[in-house]
């Protein structure tokens, strides 16, 4: 019997023929004949036939900002945007943090017209339905979730994070349109127990 919340690491090999040109790979985890929890954890695809090293869980590596030893609380910011622009977000942390977006439409905008991107267009999501005026749209990093007034709701994309220093974000709305925007994020600093 193994000890509770223990963890063990499989690999597998995918032989393809060299020739042809992998689009897609289903994989399906199974168990059968067991009692339990269990959790799959970390599934990683890599070229190559040398299995390499793996990223420990940031909890293990982070915690939160602290100043004069109490833990700074979330940073929020808000404001309006119409078509598009950029905002700018001041992560006094040591490393970049998890960022929770919310956008509030204040007309109806068609669906895949609103999109963010960090900087230059990079790590770029799009919400896939259509909004109408007073929706909320959250996009959270902290709960790797995409809601739509409280319901689950389709993205294409990343969930967004919060770099140190100065984080730029570009926010693109359907033309000649406005939203409310906030983001939250907390800042994180190095110590957790694996460092």
């Known amino acids: 019997m ?5 963890f063990i690491r499989f690999a597998e090999t995918f032989k393809i023929k060299e020739e042809m040109r992998v689009v897609s790979i289903t994989v399906r985890l199974m168990i059968a004949d067991c009692t339990g929890t269990i959790y799959f954890t970390d599934l990683q695809l890599q070229e190559g036939d040398r299995l390499t090293g793996y990223t420990v869980h940031t909890s293990k590596m982070l915690m939160k900002l602290r100043e004069n030893g109490e833990i700074v609380p979330p940073r929020h910011y808000n404001g309006v945007v119409r078509t598009a622009e950029t905002v700018i977000l001041f992560n006094l942390g040591k490393t ?13 905008m068609a669906a895949e017209s609103i999109e963010l991107s960090q900087g230059m267009g990079a790590h770029k999501v799009r919400f896939l339905d259509p909004v109408n005026a007073g929706d909320e749209l959250a996009l959270l990093a902290s709960a790797r979730r995409c809601l739509k007034n409280g319901s689950p709701a389709q993205k294409e994309g990343f969930y967004q994070y919060s770099a140190a ?24 600093q190095d110590g957790g127990d694996r460092l």
């Not at 193994?2 to 223990?6: D, G, W």
């Open 165 to 188: 220093w100065d984080s730029k974000h570009t926010v693109k709305l359907e033309e000649r349109k406005s939203a409310w925007v906030l983001f939250e994020f907390q800042e994180m």
């Open 96 to 108: 970049s943090a998890g960022l929770d977006c919310y956008i509030y439409p204040v007309q109806d």
């Open 2 to 6: 193994m000890a509770k919340n223990s």
